[in-house]
């Protein structure tokens, strides 16, 4: 049995969802990971296990290029900030590594475009951490729509409430457009890209609306401390909390108005400063209207195909929690990466439209700083798109 070398650049944090790739029975190894930094003030708190502690065996280091240059390691893992994306993707695919990207790709469409061109011209494998593609209640809602049971698909709702928002975003680096563009991107990646996918096609125009109202009124941590993401039921109502960024530039609600390539349209809608928290997605089709009620765990889908009140759908699914982080697709998602990279199975997620939902979250965010007019999204070259399609052979 072939053994898989793994390193892992951004080995805290984020870096932890790598860390199921560790599987030393089937052939997958953990022995390197890179951080410029100590493990976050966020994972202190939960008492979470360092990179070294986990890996007594493997080497920390703090430059990434000492990971990309062991040529022992084949593939790379990348969960560092959303900045940091471009420069060591491509840096990693010449290297020769298989790469799995957390999302979003980048934080501009130049960035992505600049991966997938990289990518096709070095052949190394490019996978995309789109883990909601592996949600059971996305998967559901994609097989009913898939089955014709509600028609033809014309339009996609989402509304997405944020209640750990305050938490995870305006406290740390995620504050700052220079990070992160803005969060209709960083956050809002995930829920185009469902879109996207259960719709059938990609956005190719939108329009963007939102703005910062509450979180630049906060009490603000100083500028020489260390940011902590840490959740409690505690932080809200948010006006009442302290210790949040020093520098906040991005919006705490977000609007887009989406023109998908195949005549249907979109709406996108997020809110960073709810006591409740859930994405709610509808589609409505010829014949009917899927709907979920709750987004992980717990969670059922109502599908509506007679006139009637909503609180009647003509059939309901219950979803059984899955076991898990994020809904329980991490273990799925990271199964998916090392089967395409040991096996050519083909991905859940081309990379294609991982770059295609970011292209509408930067220029979502350019319309409404701008405007709000109307931004087109601009073309792929037609080997890019054929190469991607199919599996990156």
Request: charged share 25%; net charge negative; hydrophobic share 35%.
């Amino acid at each position: 049995m072939k053994t898989y070398k793994i390193g892992v650049i951004g080995a805290h944090g984020r870096g932890r969802h790598a860390w199921q790739a560790h599987r030393p029975d089937k052939g997958f190894e953990i022995i390197m990971g890179a951080d410029p930094y100590e493990m976050p003030a966020r994972d202190r708190e939960y008492n979470f296990k360092t990179f070294n502690e986990t890996f007594p065996d493997a080497v920390l280091v703090k430059d990434y290029r000492e990971v990309l240059a062991n040529k022992d390691i084949n593939i790379v893992f990348i969960t560092s900030p959303d900045y940091c994306h471009e420069e060591q993707a491509v840096a990693a695919l010449e290297a020769g590594k298989a790469v799995y990207l957390e999302k979003p790709m980048a934080i501009s469409i130049e960035g992505c475009d600049r991966i997938l061109r990289t990518a096709y011209r070095t052949k190394s494998k490019l996978f995309i951490g789109h883990n909601m593609r592996h949600f059971p209640s996305v998967l559901k809602m994609k097989e009913i729509i898939d089955s014709g049971l509600i028609g033809d698909i014309q339009c996609g709702w989402c509304r997405h409430f944020i209640n750990y928002g305050g938490d995870a975003y305006f406290r740390d680096w995620h504050s700052e457009q220079k990070n992160t563009c803005g969060l209709l991107l960083q956050k809002g990646a995930h829920d185009i890209d469902v879109m996207h996918w259960l719709m059938g096609g990609y956005t190719k125009r939108v329009v963007g609306m939102g703005m910062l109202s509450i979180y630049d009124k906060c009490a603000r941590r100083a500028a020489d401390s260390e940011g902590n993401a840490f959740w409690s039921d505690e932080h809200y109502p948010p006006l009442e909390q302290s210790g949040f960024s020093p520098v906040i530039d991005v919006e705490d609600h977000n609007m887009i108005l989406m023109q998908l390539d195949n005549g249907t349209q979109a709406t996108y809608m997020q809110c960073h400063y709810t006591p409740d928290a859930e994405r709610n997605y509808t589609f409505i089709g010829t014949k009917g209207r899927v709907e979920n009620i709750g987004d992980s765990g717990k969670c059922e889908i109502h599908v509506w195909t007679k006139r009637g009140p909503r609180e009647t759908p003509d059939m309901v699914w219950h979803l059984k929690p899955s076991t898990g982080t994020h809904g329980g697709a991490d273990g799925p998602i990271v199964d998916n990466f090392l089967d395409f990279v040991a096996n050519g199975v083909k991905t859940n997620v081309n990379p294609v439209a991982a770059r295609n939902s970011v292209a509408a979250g930067v220029l979502g965010h350019y319309s409404m700083r701008n405007g709000n007019m109307p931004q087109d999204i601009p073309q792929l070259e037609p080997e890019l798109l054929e190469y991607f399609a199919n599996n990156q052979r």
